[in-house]
Structure formats: C-alpha cells, structure tokens
C-alpha cells in the first residue's frame, strides 16, 4: 500500500494496524532475523521518504473497513487489489467509520 501512495504522489499518510506486535516491530526492528529484518528495513526506508507516515495502532472493531477490504482480496485470485473507489459491499461499514460510530467490543 506504501508504494501505490508513493507512486501516486500522496505526501500524509496515516497507517493503522490492529497488531500491537506490527507496530513494535516496524518501530523497532530486530536484530537477528535476518529474514524479518529485511523486510522491516524495507518498510522503514518507504517511511523515511519525503512525506509524512504516521503509523498507529488501532483496535480490531474500529478496523472494520480494512477487514472487509482484505477479505474482498481473499475471494479473488490476486494476490492484491487496487480499488479507485470503495466497493458498495463495504458503503455502511465506511459512513460509520467516517461519522465515528462506535461498536461495543467483543470478548
């Protein structure tokens, strides 16, 4: 995703990951997976462009948008998926992500 909003000139980025472990890793990668270290390294070297990432993290249920988006990519055979506008499947779970409503949280 990092890459298409580069090759699209988008300059403030803000990420948002449900993985805690996602986001300690990418803010401080480890030292002796030389595997997982490259492809932090690569991550680290997108964020550290010329423009502003912001990576946070956010709860499972205010990621709703997202899980559906992933799971559109799940039914296709690619392995991604570039939409220019959001698909009407996900058009309610999007106002609500956008007008802020809240979901109580499951355990």
Same mark, same amino acid.
Request: aromatic share 4%.
């Given at each position: 995703?990092?890459? *298409? ?6 300059? @403030?980025? *803000? ?6 472990g996602?986001?300690?890793?990418i803010?401080n990668p +480890?030292l002796?997976? +030389? ?5 932090l390294?690569?991550i680290?070297?997108? *964020? ?10 956010q709860?499972?249920?205010a ?5 559906? @988006? ?11 998926l570039?939409?220019?506008h +959001?698909?009407?499947? *996900? ?12 979901? +109580?949280?499951?355990?």
């Amino acid at each position: 995703g990092l890459e *298409i909003a580069w090759a699209k000139e988008h300059k @403030l980025i *803000i990420v948002e990951t449900d993985s805690k472990g996602a986001l300690e890793l990418i803010e401080n990668p +480890p030292l002796r997976h +030389p595997s997982l270290s490259r492809t932090l390294r690569a991550i680290r070297r997108l *964020i550290q462009r010329y423009w502003s990432v912001k990576v946070k993290h956010q709860l499972r249920e205010a990621n709703k948008v997202v899980d559906r @988006l992933a799971n559109l990519v799940l039914d296709t055979e690619e392995t991604s998926l570039v939409l220019e506008h +959001p698909p009407m499947d *996900i058009s309610f779970d999007l106002l609500a992500d956008v007008c802020g409503t809240m979901f +109580p949280r499951s355990l």
